[in-house]
């Protein structure tokens, strides 16, 4: 029989709604080959790898009733030129055009129907490059079945390895009966799963953070004060922006070595150094004791008496930070900020691993995923954003011999949460995706270009 969805798997679709688009994403900018690089060759090349990924020629199918979650099923139809898709900025095609395009295409849900992953071709960047922007629905990527389509089209190589033979045919789709059939044999080898899918077919799945396991009650317990009030959040609206930020790996090591800190402290600071700065001028009131609380997955050891897990989901943990925005002292936010880091490790307040591997089958590809999913669990009361910080390969990687020069995650917003930062550490650099709700922060850009302005403010204090 087809997969089934696993019940939180298949929240994802009940969650997702105009304004709260339920998908992850990445804009890789290359360096365009000597002999070129075009649709045609982006459509060949993910054709050759998508036997990596057979989620990705894969749509979902209801069963009759709603009596059982939705399964996978071959797309009979598979097109592959509707998934990869092509544009063209107007030449030369600069960082603000590439954002915006990201924007707009960020906004759109995926179409139910078809397998639910896209991705664009951007050409015509200046300076000879050209962008590769994905996007795939977190019900689909789990880090096992499925990761990410950018993460497949690219070698370690100039020179494309050979790809797995693919002798893929769609299997017959099942019929009505084979469906429910499926389904009443599902809940017996698996009652559980479907008192679930009765409760949901009841209820909005809106609801199921009421459901939230222990080690997730226990860490809104010790944080049991809503979040403070902050223009990051409120209503969101179906558009968005979107920023992309260049920083070097080498500062955020010089502060780290310098004070004690870890990296991922580091990116911390700097995010509350930008925060404090973009707030200030808006006008917004800053007490020295005012902070914006910021849900942080970070890596953790298996838990006492389990057996470490596959994939990141098995080694990630999410803690609340309350960045020090009141602080003047650039110092003094890395200190506070570290403090507090320190203290979630060594209190356990922290969601372990098991906890999360229980709530959400949490095995995405990146912790940018992991965190989206994190914060649909949780209340929105508890937090202001969600900031994610995955280290990523420090070699050059290629796609059919085009230099990747920069890569920027795109992590979706949460139902009331207007901001969502990411970097990526890549070849020596440190690469921010900001996304924003478009009403909400008109003014993302001014945010992005005081990112690196707090950082040269730690390594400042350094030198």
């Known amino acids: 029989m ?69 399964v996978w099923v071959d797309d009979e139809g598979f097109d592959i030129s509707y998934h990869v898709r092509r544009s063209a900025l107007p030449r030369p095609g600069t960082r603000a055009q590439l954002a915006e395009f990201v924007a707009r295409v960020q906004s759109r849900r995926l179409d139910r129907s078809r397998p639910l992953w896209e991705a664009y071709l951007v050409e015509g960047l200046e300076g000879g490059r050209f962008a590769v922007v994905t996007k795939t629905h977190q019900a689909m990527v789990d880090g096992v079945a499925a990761v990410d389509i950018a993460q497949v089209i690219v070698d370690a190589s100039p020179h494309a390895g050979a790809s797995p033979p693919d002798s893929w045919r769609p299997a017959p789709e099942p019929s009505w009966p084979e469906l429910v059939v499926g389904a009443v044999a599902d809940s017996v080898r698996r009652p559980g799963e479907l008192v679930d899918t009765v409760r949901t077919g009841f209820r909005d799945l809106r609801t199921t953070a009421g459901r939230v396991a222990g080690g997730v009650l226990a860490l809104a317990r010790t944080t049991a004060r809503s979040a403070p009030s902050s223009p990051l959040n409120g209503p969101v609206g179906e558009q968005r922006r979107y920023a992309m930020v260049d920083t070097a790996l080498e500062d955020f090591r010089a502060v780290r070595s310098a004070h004690g800190a870890s990296v991922n402290d580091v990116v911390l600071a700097t995010v509350a150094g930008a925060l404090r700065e973009f707030l200030m001028s808006r006008g917004e009131p800053l007490g020295r004791a005012a902070v914006v609380r910021a849900l942080v997955p970070v890596s953790v050891r298996p838990e006492e008496g389990e057996e470490p897990a ?102 979706p917003l949460s139902r009331g949460q207007a901001l969502s930062i990411s970097t990526t550490s890549y070849a020596g650099g440190v690469y921010f995706g900001l996304q924003a709700d478009r009403d909400l922060l008109p003014d993302l850009d001014v945010l992005a270009d005081l990112v690196p302005e707090a950082l040269a403010q730690l390594v400042a204090a350094v030198r």
């Open 2 to 70: 087809p997969e089934r969805l696993s019940a939180v798997d298949a929240a994802f679709l009940y969650l997702e709604s105009p304004t709260t688009a339920m998908h992850v994403g990445t804009v890789a900018v290359f360096e365009e080959p000597v002999d070129g690089f075009d649709h045609d060759r982006l459509v060949q090349l993910i054709g050759e790898r998508i036997a990596y990924v057979p989620r990705y020629r894969q749509r979902l199918k209801a069963v009759p009733g709603r009596i059982a979650n939705p």
């Open 310 to 411: 596959p994939g990141v989901g098995g080694r990630v943990r999410s803690v609340l930070v309350d960045l020090p925005v009141g602080e003047p002292s650039a110092v003094m936010r890395l200190h506070q900020t570290a403090y507090q880091t320190a203290a979630h490790a060594e209190s356990g307040t922290a969601v372990g691993a098991r906890t999360l591997t229980g709530i959400a089958g949490f095995a995405p590809p990146t912790l940018h995923s992991l965190g989206a999913r994190v914060a649909s669990t949780l209340s929105q009361r508890l937090f202001n954003l969600v900031v994610t910080n995955v280290p990523g390969p420090q070699d050059t990687l290629y796609a059919d011999g085009a230099r990747m020069t920069a890569a920027y995650p795109v992590t």
